[in-house]
């Protein structure tokens, strides 16, 4: 039987009046790459700050990593990453100090963050770039550096949000390569994203539209499904029954 890193059910948020999350229910395995995708205002923002343990559900369960996500929040964020658009480096630490700043801050002890830096600059081919101060990297080394970053602990999740934003395609395709690689070590990896073309990338992909989950399987199933050609006339299909914008 599968693993479950992420599971909720009937998983709610209101803010007042306003619904933001709408009874979302699904399941997310061991090791896949799960594409979390919406319009602004959708409602993915919100979904994603209570699977982090940052914002409480109204109603509904929902766990991460087997804890639960309203009543063992801190649980939850010892054991995920995560990684926004915004990046989670500190700009005037260098390379290496910023994979010792969050080794440490994960709890792991100096000799297998020495091992484990080590092995990360290597496999970035950053090794030239070790004293060198994060800000002057390019805007693609800063991505795999901040994601190396967030998985640096071996989570049993790590939440992307739209990693990839301003990147050139070539950049981006390399930044997926890692993704891959950890979803081969037995990570889970939880992604929004902007460009539909990384949406086929993903093991399976749901859809929300004004707080609910529209549409949810494989990629081929859903352009299939939609009888469309591509996943950017799927999102555009559902995207245009939306009636709230952000």
């Given at each position: 039987m599968?693993?479950?890193?992420?599971?909720?059910?009937?998983?709610?948020?209101?803010?007042?009046?306003?619904?933001?999350v709408?009874?979302?229910?699904?399941e997310?395995?061991k090791?896949?790459?799960?594409?979390?995708?919406?319009?602004?205002?959708?409602g993915?923002?919100?979904?994603m700050?209570?699977?982090c343990g940052?914002?409480r559900?109204?109603?509904?369960t929902?766990?991460?990593a087997?804890?639960?996500?309203?009543?063992?929040p801190?649980?939850?964020?010892?054991?995920?990453?995560?990684?926004s658009?915004?990046f989670?480096?500190?700009?005037?630490?260098?390379?290496?100090e910023?994979?010792r700043?969050?080794?440490?801050i994960?709890?792991l002890?100096?000799k297998?963050i020495?091992v484990?830096?080590?092995?990360?600059?290597r496999?970035?081919?950053?090794k030239?770039?070790?004293e060198?101060l994060?800000?002057?990297?390019?805007?693609?080394?800063?991505q795999?550096?901040s994601?190396?970053?967030?998985?640096?602990h071996?989570?049993k999740?790590v939440?992307?949000?739209e990693?990839?934003?301003?990147?050139?395609?070539?950049?981006?395709?390399?930044?997926?390569e890692l993704i891959?690689?950890a979803?081969?070590?037995g990570?889970?990896?939880?992604?929004?994203t902007?460009?539909?073309?990384?949406?086929?990338?993903?093991d399976?992909v749901?859809?929300?539209?004004?707080?609910?989950?529209e549409?949810?399987?494989s990629?081929?199933?859903?352009?299939?499904?939609f009888?469309a050609?591509?996943m950017?006339?799927?999102?555009?299909?559902l995207a245009?029954?939306?009636?709230r914008?952000e």
């Open positions: 599968e693993e479950k890193v992420i599971y909720t059910e009937k998983l709610t948020k209101r803010f007042g009046n306003f619904t933001a709408d009874q979302i229910s699904f997310v395995a090791g896949e790459i799960f594409g979390f995708l919406g319009a602004n205002g959708a993915k923002t919100t979904a700050r209570m699977l940052l914002s559900p109204t109603s509904g929902g766990s991460v087997g804890f639960d996500i309203a009543h063992q801190e649980k939850v964020k010892r054991n995920i990453g995560y990684m658009q915004k989670s480096l500190y700009e005037d630490l260098k390379v290496w910023n994979l700043l969050f080794g440490g994960y709890g002890k100096n297998e020495a484990k830096t080590d092995a990360i600059l496999e970035l081919g950053l030239k770039e070790r060198s994060v800000k002057s990297l390019p805007l693609g080394w800063k795999k550096l994601f190396s970053v967030s998985i640096f071996e989570p999740v939440f992307l949000d990693p990839t934003s301003g990147v050139d395609p070539v950049t981006r395709r390399q930044f997926w891959y690689q979803s081969e070590r990570i889970t990896l939880f992604v929004t902007h460009y539909m073309d990384e949406a086929e990338y993903c399976r749901s859809i929300m539209v004004d707080g609910r989950i549409a949810l399987d990629p081929k199933t859903l352009r299939h499904q009888q050609s591509n950017d006339e799927v999102f555009q299909q245009r029954k939306a009636t914008i």
